[in-house]
């Protein structure tokens, strides 16, 4: 009987574990054609806009938008990051963000260049897990 109920709570703690385990996504984002201006207004009024909407809601724990000097071995110029609490949050991020998109005023651009005019995702790093 001992040992059921020990299996027991190392299955209940590892799951409570597992449901507040931070996870990210890290989107590295190579600006096109000298358009970096219109790349980071993009961001500040469109990404990050919906990301404090998002924390205001609970449906993501953080987020931040870094910007780098792109080399020849990392072209990229921003970094995009948002952090959820839980894999619960993480997994619900998709719908969370559709709704949000919905309420919001459309996409602000500038010069009216569409994103695919002056970025670029190069890699997307989904679910990746905090270690601390």
Sequence with gaps: MKRIITFLLVIIVSWSYAQTEKISMIDYVQVLNNNKAEALFYYQNNWEQLRIKAIEKGYID???????????????????????????????????????????????????????????????????????
């Design 62 to 132: 953080s987020y931040q938008l870094l910007e780098t000097q792109p080399t020849e071995e990392t072209p990229y110029s921003f970094m995009l990051i948002t952090t959820y609490k839980s894999k619960l949050q993480y997994h619900a991020s998709e719908a969370n963000f559709n709704m949000l998109i919905e309420a919001s005023d459309g996409l602000k651009l500038m010069n009216e260049k569409q994103p695919g005019d002056f970025r670029k995702v190069i890699l997307h790093n989904d679910a990746v897990k905090h270690l601390n």
